[in-house]
């Protein structure tokens, strides 16, 4: 499974003041060790503070870069700042995200072309949040036929079926789990899959273990990647070991070890 690092995001207090105050250092020790831990691309949010997000998404991609050649997720809702960012990029990158929304199709598709970038499509339309497996297919359908339509090959399509707090929206998480395995059927080549892990845990306690128990059920369902904090070891080696359970890879008596980034 592909771990997204979730870190590089103005939305944790200590990146929204390293973008506000320039501390290059904060950002790249972060770009750093998440990929030291096994995070095989990175997010890049600015957060809801950054005063202009386009600037700080061009600075945010530039300090990364000069510690990484991992590739990158742009991570907004405004299509100016993912564009600043995919200028800028100089591994392929993945365009966090669209939704089924007509006008984000219209303005995200043709970057992803242009750029030759992957694409998340986040399975929400006009009605907002789906309110069950059902509605997610409907939107995911949506968002194929129009990267079909748009020539965005759908090897670089990352499904997302929208993970909600656990402690809200209890129900939620299976509807999103039989997503993970309704929206493999939806075109072949079969779309990819994602989420954005730590929403499951926002207001709980023991966040950690839910986040941890949430990925290895959703490997199980063939989940291709995940934006999630490849910082928490026991994450990472919870995902290592539902993925030997799965026969991903050889057990020896070291496959912790073995598998485990240094
Ligand atoms: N899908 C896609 N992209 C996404 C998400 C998604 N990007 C953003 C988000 N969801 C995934 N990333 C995070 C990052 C942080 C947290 C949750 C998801 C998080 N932050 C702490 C909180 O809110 O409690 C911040 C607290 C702190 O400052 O420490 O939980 O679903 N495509």
């Known amino acids: 499974m592909l771990v997204i690092g979730e870190r590089i995001n103005g939305m944790f207090k200590d990146v929204g003041k390293a973008i506000a105050d320039k501390e290059r250092g904060v950002i790249q020790k972060l770009a750093k060790d998440q990929v ?15 005063a202009d997000a386009v600037e700080a998404m061009k600075w945010l991609v ?22 600043a960012g995919l200028k800028l990029v100089k591994k392929k990158a993945l365009i966090n995200s669209t939704t ?14 242009q ?11 006009e009605s907002g949040i789906p309110r069950d497996r059902h509605q ?22 990352y499904l997302d079926p ?9 129900a939620q998480a299976q509807e999103v789990l039989e997503s993970i395995r309704e929206f493999k059927l939806l075109s072949d080549p079969s779309p990819k899959t994602v989420v954005g892990l730590s929403n499951i845990s926002q207001g709980t306690k023991s966040r950690s273990l839910i986040n941890r128990t949430f990925l290895v059920m959703a490997a199980v369902c063939g989940l291709d990647a995940a934006i999630a904090d490849p910082l928490d070891k ?14 991903k890879h050889i057990y020896c008596a070291s496959f912790l070890d073995a598998r485990r980034k240094k």
């Open 162 to 170: 929208i993970i909600l707090p656990v402690n809200v929206a209890q």
């Open 136 to 157: 997610r297919s409907e939107f995911a359908a949506r968002i194929v036929s129009a990267c079909m339509e748009a020539q965005v090959p759908l090897e670089d399509l």
């Open 100 to 113: 089924a929304k007509k006008e984000k199709l219209d303005s995200l598709l043709p970057m992803a072309k």
């Open 234 to 247: 026991e994450l990472m080696d919870g995902l290592i070991t539902a993925e030997l359970i799965l026969n």
């Open 62 to 83: 530039e300090v990364i870069q000069e510690v990484t050649d991992t590739p990158l997720a742009l991570d907004s809702t405004k299509p100016e700042v993912i564009e």
């Open 115 to 125: 750029y030759k970038a992957g694409l998340i499509g986040l399975t929400m339309g």
């Open 36 to 50: 030291a831990q096994g995070a095989g691309m990175l997010d890049v949010n600015v957060g809801p503070a950054a």
